[in-house]
């Protein structure tokens, strides 16, 4: 049988050797990664880029991407067996850490039955029904295959229930690569600089009006003039694609109200905080309930997944029950849901979501005091175990704007320092992380004793 059970001296080694260079040409240390080069330059040969999702190609950092082989509790290994505490967790589902063992046991399970159907199975009505009791806005959910097919799925639904075209999305927030929601986006087309993409007819996103984050103000303008006509507002209820940017309550009130008033559909992406910073999702921690939830991530165990679900009335207007049209050969495949419901049992543990929010505070907490005593102006945002830094400010980040603020030098410097010290951060000031139940005391301290480190090189450059 497989398990996900590691011992600490399998799990750590730092060597250090030769350079790379940033963006800006400016050399930092790095780890020896001769294997991770030499696949870079391999994959370059086949697959655009190098890589097939852009952050992954360290535009934003600088230097070539690392390939990893293997995980193990908080620790990623790479191609040339270094090992790094890992604060990305595959962008937020590996909240149990890497290879845990009731989600490789359900796996293993589910594989000795068979891959996929095609077909309906009782597994898909156990996970539906989990999320429907979790998550309270959710009165009856579908899934799919990623996060992206579920926002797409979810606009359209709002499109088809309410028979209007326009929609609303904020600055900076990221709601996957769909046509007509690529306009100001936030992850990796942020980070490579190209917020908005070629090849999306001008038609499209004629009709989506974007507005900046957590300005209530914008908003109460943009409905008084229309309100009429707009089919849906999609945001992410905690900002994580262009850093973790938490919101004002009065902002998501305000965002009810107006949808409430105009009968708009409001959508709440939580692919990324669905089950990753509460048990019901970042709407049960502000207490504002949109009318559709698009989630992933969390509720395939680290397997591609995704869902959309709301009120009855709504997603009586999906097919084969309505005229809104959604189908999926893979939906609710077997092995995705499997790892999804060991997920979901683990992490509906009491005490859980508390432990993590400790852990994640501690970290914080202790990278505002390192980066105090480097005399470095720094500070963080924390939701539960989703977490953002921030270079150039010791002030709370709140806004779009002020996330373009933070000083890209310095975050550069930050990253490879603490590359070459044991820690893999996201390779982008742009995105969030995310400490898992897996990382201890011990990779905390290193964590920190690291950051010291990358403070020191950030105050002397």
Request: net charge negative.
């Amino acid at each position: 049988m497989i398990t996900g059970q590691y011992t600490k001296k399998d799990v750590y080694n730092n060597v250090k050797s030769p350079t790379c260079f940033s963006a800006k040409g400016k050399k930092f240390k790095q780890m020896k990664t001769s294997k991770s080069q030499e696949l870079y330059n391999r994959a370059k040969n086949f697959i655009p880029g190098g890589v097939n999702s852009p952050v992954r190609a360290f535009k934003g950092v600088g230097g070539n991407p690392l390939f990893f082989k293997e995980g193990l509790g908080p620790y990623l290994i790479d191609a040339d067996e270094n090992r790094y505490i890992d604060y990305v967790g595959a962008f937020g589902p590996l909240i149990l850490g890497h290879r845990h063992e009731r989600i490789l046991e359900a796996i293993e399970t589910q594989l000795s039955k068979g891959i996929g159907f095609g077909a309906s199975t009782e597994a898909e009505i156990d996970i539906a029904e989990k999320i429907c009791k979790h998550v309270h806005s959710i009165e009856a959910v579908r899934l799919v295959t990623s996060g992206t097919e579920a926002t797409m799925s979810a606009i359209r639904l709002a499109r088809g229930f309410t028979n209007r075209d326009k929609i609303v999305k904020f600055e900076g927030c990221y709601h996957g690569h769909a046509d007509g929601l690529l306009v100001k986006a936030g992850s990796g087309a942020l980070t490579i600089g190209e917020p908005d993409s070629l090849g999306v007819p001008s038609a499209y996103t004629e009709l989506t009006h974007v507005l900046p984050y957590n300005d209530t103000e914008a908003v109460e303008e943009y409905f008084d003039a229309h309100g009429e006509d707009t089919a849906c507002v999609i945001v992410e209820p905690i900002a994580g694609n262009m850093n973790c940017v938490p919101p004002d309550i009065s902002f998501l009130e305000v965002l009810r109200e107006q949808c409430t008033l105009n009968q708009s559909v409001l959508i709440f992406d939580e692919v990324m905080t669905g089950f990753r910073v509460a048990l019901g999702g970042a709407q049960s921690i502000y207490g504002v309930l949109p009318d559709i939830t698009t989630l992933g991530k969390v509720i395939g165990g680290g397997l591609p997944i995704g869902a959309f679900g709301g009120k009855a009335e709504i997603m009586e207007k999906i097919a084969p029950s309505g005229a809104v049209y959604q189908a999926g050969t893979l939906s609710g495949s077997p092995i995705a849901v499997a790892a999804g419901l060991a997920m979901l049992e683990v992490v509906s543990e009491i005490g859980f979501y508390e432990e993590l929010h400790k852990k994640t505070k501690l970290l914080m907490s202790g990278l505002k005091e390192r980066a105090s005593e480097a005399n470095v102006p720094f500070t963080t945002n924390q939701v539960g175990g989703m977490f953002g830094c921030f270079f150039n400010t010791n002030e709370k980040v709140t806004s779009f704007k002020e996330v373009m603020a933070s000083n890209s030098e310095s975050f550069q410097t930050y990253f490879h320092e603490m590359l070459s010290n044991g820690v893999y951060l996201a390779p982008s000031m742009y995105e969030a992380g995310f400490v898992s139940m897996a990382h201890t005391m011990e990779e905390i301290e290193k964590t920190l004793d690291a950051a010291s480190v990358a403070f020191r090189a950030i105050k002397k450059n």
